[in-house]
C-alpha cells in the first residue's frame, strides 16, 4: 500500500467515497464530498488514515462500531452514520434519481421516506465460537472479521435484548469453530430464531437448546436449517389484520414501518381495480391486504411461503377470493394472454429484478402497475421496458428500511398510457 493525500469530490451509490487520481479513481469508506484526507491506498480502494480537512455535513456515528476506529473493528452494518440526516436523506434519493436517468428515465422522485433507529426487526447474524466463547456481531465491510457488539442503534429492542440469548444457544449448538449464521425475525408473538451454517446437532445438543429456549423465553421458534427444533409458540405477523405464521427463515420486510409505507402505495394506487396479480408474493404481504377489497392471485416460487398464505387466508373471514400458483415468474413469467383477466399487478422481485416479466407485461393490457424494488439498479432496467411497452411511469417514492446504510427500497407507479 501508499499512503496519499486525496479530496473526496462526491459518494458513490454504494456510499463510499470518490476521488479521482492520475491513475484513476479510489474509492473510501466513511468519507465525504469534500473532505481532504490521506489514504492507504491499495489499487483503487483506499483506507482513511486522517482526516486532514472535514465536510461541514460530517457527523459523530451514533453507534461505538461504526467507521475506522469502531470497538472491536469496523462493524459492516452501517455505512453512512458519519452524514447528517438532510444529506444522507437526498443522497439515498439521488441514488434513486441517477438509477432512473441510467435508463434515460426522467419522471417525478418523491423525497425519501425517512427511517429511525430502533426499528429492524429482522437481522442475520454472524457468530463463530472460540476459547473464550461465543463471538457475535456482524462482518466486517469485505472481511471475515466478525465485530462483536455491544450496542446497536438501528435494531429494535426485542431484538437487541435477546442477544444474550443467541449466544447461549450457539454456545450449545456450535461444534467447531466455522463461522455462522443466525437469523431473527421479531414476530407478534417472540423472535423466530434460525442457525445456518454449522454441523447437524447432535440430539443431545438440541435437548439442551430446547430447555435452554424454555428458560429465556422471548423466542417463539427455533430452528436449524428450516429444521424446527422446538416451538415455543407459533411466530404470526399481524398483516392488515391476518395473522400469517411465515416459514423457517421465510423473506419479511425488515421494518414494520417500511412495510406499512409499501402497502399503502400499493393499495392506493390498485384501489381501482378488481382483479390483482401479486407477482412475488411471498406470503402475502401485499395480497392480504389487497384482497379486502379485490380478487387477487397471489404467484411465488417458494412453497414454504405460499403454504403460509393458504393457511392464513384459510383461517381469515371476509376477503375476497385469494387463489395462489406456485411459478418461477424468471424462467415462466405470466405471458399476456395470462394476463387478461387482471387489471392491476403489483411485483416486487429480488434484487436480480423482473426483466422477463415486465418483457409479458410491457405487451399485455394490464391497466395499472406497480413496483416494488429493493435495487434501483435494476428497477431502472425494469422500468425502461414497461415505458417503452407504453406504460406512462407517474411518480418513483423512495423508501429507507435499512437505516444508515446505502440500500434504498423504492416504489414505482405506473398506468397504461
Not at 469502531?70 to 438509477?99: E, M, W
Not at 435499512?402 to 440500500?407: A, D, G, N, Q, R
Request: net charge positive; proline share 7%.
Amino acid at each position: 500500500m501508499s499512503a496519499e493525500t486525496v479530496t473526496i469530490e462526491k459518494l458513490g451509490a454504494q456510499g463510499d467515497g470518490i476521488a479521482s487520481t492520475p491513475s484513476g479513481q479510489v474509492f473510501v469508506p466513511f468519507t465525504l464530498a469534500g473532505e481532504t484526507i490521506t489514504i492507504a491506498r491499495q489499487k483503487s480502494s483506499g483506507d482513511l488514515i486522517s482526516l486532514l480537512k472535514p465536510a461541514p455535513e460530517r457527523i459523530a456515528p451514533a453507534c461505538r462500531h461504526f467507521g475506522p476506529d469502531g470497538v472491536n473493528g469496523t462493524c459492516g452494518g452501517c455505512s453512512l452514520q458519519h452524514l447528517a440526516a438532510a444529506p444522507y436523506h437526498a443522497f439515498k434519493r439521488q441514488v434513486v434519481i441517477d438509477a432512473l436517468s441510467a435508463h434515460g428515465i426522467d419522471c417525478p422522485v418523491d423525497p425519501l421516506v425517512t427511517a429511525s433507529p430502533g426499528e429492524r426487526r429482522r437481522a442475520t447474524f454472524s457468530a463463530r465460537k472460540t476459547d473464550q466463547g461465543i463471538i457475535l456481531g456482524f462482518s466486517s465491510p469485505q472481511s471475515h472479521h466478525i465485530v462483536e457488539i455491544e450496542e446497536c442503534p438501528v435494531l429494535s429492542p426485542a431484538v437487541f435484548s435477546r442477544l444474550p440469548a443467541l449466544k447461549l444457544l450457539a454456545g450449545i449448538l456450535a461444534t467447531g469453530n466455522e463461522p455462522f449464521r443466525i437469523s431473527v425475525l421479531e414476530t407478534e408473538t417472540g423472535l423466530d430464531v434460525s442457525f445456518s451454517g454449522l454441523k447437524s446437532p447432535s440430539d443431545k445438543r438440541r435437548q439442551a437448546a430446547t430447555r435452554a429456549v424454555m428458560a429465556v423465553k422471548g423466542i417463539a421458534r427455533l430452528t436449524y436449517e428450516d429444521e424446527i427444533i422446538i416451538e415455543p409458540a407459533r411466530p404470526t405477523l399481524d398483516i392488515a389484520g391476518t395473522r400469517v405464521s411465515p416459514p423457517p427463515s421465510g423473506f419479511a420486510q425488515a421494518t414494520r414501518q417500511a412495510e406499512e409505507t409499501m402497502a399503502g402505495l400499493v393499495v392506493a394506487h390498485l384501489k381501482s381495480c378488481k382483479s390483482v396479480a401479486d407477482l412475488f408474493s411471498g406470503f402475502g404481504t401485499f395480497a392480504l391486504r389487497l384482497a379486502a377489497k379485490a380478487r387477487v392471485h397471489a404467484v411465488e416460487f417458494d412453497a414454504p411461503a405460499l403454504a403460509a398464505l393458504d393457511l392464513a387466508v384459510r383461517n381469515r373471514q371476509g376477503l375476497k377470493p385469494l387463489t395462489s400458483e406456485r411459478r418461477d415468474l424468471s424462467r415462466r413469467p405470466l405471458l399476456p394472454r395470462e394476463l387478461q383477466g387482471f387489471d392491476g399487478v403489483v411485483f416486487d422481485p429480488p434484487r436480480a429484478g423482473a426483466r422477463e416479466q415486465c418483457e409479458e407485461l410491457a405487451a399485455s393490457k394490464v391497466k395499472k402497475i406497480v413496483a416494488v424494488s429493493c435495487n434501483p439498479a435494476t428497477l431502472g432496467r425494469d422500468l425502461r421496458i414497461l415505458i417503452d411497452g407504453g406504460y406512462r411511469l407517474e411518480k418513483v417514492i423512495p423508501i429507507d428500511q435499512f437505516l444508515w446504510s446505502h440500500h434504498v427500497e423504492a416504489v414505482a407507479l405506473l398506468t397504461r398510457a
